[in-house]
């Protein structure tokens, strides 16, 4: 009797992007003494070049390193973008949730380019695929959450791009810099987007307070409770008391 032999082919299972997945896109621009208008830090920090020790993303209470540290989140291998002025990019998923965080580490001197992005994502384009573990996830312009860490550019320099909504989509925003609600609301109104988390005075855009944010905002819960997520992380660390932390961070228009 002939013995039947079958072809057996082994192939990668690509889940793709369902309503149960939900992402965070994190834009940072990275501190730089040199290209931003900033109170000048030690240098080691404040090279907007060198991602592995700057104060937003590899200090120790930067994005990077701080979500590492996290017990609320697992880094996931993943590549670099292409595009030369990100110069690192960080993936995490919730431990306990289908939430994916991507994070991206611009280049100190294209804090213009980190603002265009946050409102371009803000408003529904750009979206990107991104396959992490074998499931496909959206980030950019497909991300529900938009977040930008770092100095608030739009102290130096005017935008002349008006971003207007590119879907129908609802997304929201963190933006953590200063004065981010007087700076940002004028192009944010354009964008469909709705504001989250933002603020009405100088602040430290350490990583402590996205993470606090985040959580409440995994697990659903109102604005006003993740304002106060935030208003609590920031006193924790900051020791500027609960009152004017509550009043530093700023939910809705």
Known sequence: ???????FFIATLVVPATA????????VA???????????????????????????????YGVKTH?????????????????????DRAIWKHRDSAVYLVADA????????????????????????????????????GAQLIAYVGHDGLMDFAL??????????TRETIILACISKRFFAPHLRH?????????TGLMAPEAYTLKAALNGWVR?????????RAAQAYDKYQKCGITGARRLFATGW
């Not at 009797?1 to 072809?7: E, I, N, Q, T, Y």
């Not at 149960?20 to 834009?27: C, P, S, Y």
């Not at 040199?34 to 993303?57: C, D, H, M, R």
């Not at 409102?119 to 396959?131: D, M, N, V, Y």
């Open 20 to 27: 149960g997945h939900r992402v965070v896109h994190v834009i």
């Open 106 to 141: 611009y280049d100190g001197r294209n804090i213009r380019e980190a603002t265009e992005d946050l409102l371009r994502f803000a408003s529904g384009a750009a979206p990107e695929k991104i396959l992490v573990g074998g499931t496909e996830i959206r980030a950019g312009g």
């Open 160 to 169: 002349e791009e008006v971003f207007g909504p590119a879907g129908t989509s």
């Open 67 to 87: 979500f590492n540290h996290s017990e609320e989140w697992v880094a996931i291998d993943c590549m670099k973008p292409t595009v030369p002025h990100i110069l």
């Open 191 to 199: 964008t469909g987007a709705q504001p989250l988390l933002w603020t």
């Open 220 to 228: 659903r819960e109102t604005h006003e409770a993740i304002h106060e």
């Open 1 to 7: 009797m002939r013995a039947l032999f079958l072809p």
């Open 30 to 60: 990275l501190c730089d003494n040199e290209f931003q208008g900033i109170v000048k830090v030690p240098a080691g920090i404040g090279n907007g070049q060198k991602p592995s020790t700057n104060l937003y993303w590899g200090a120790g």
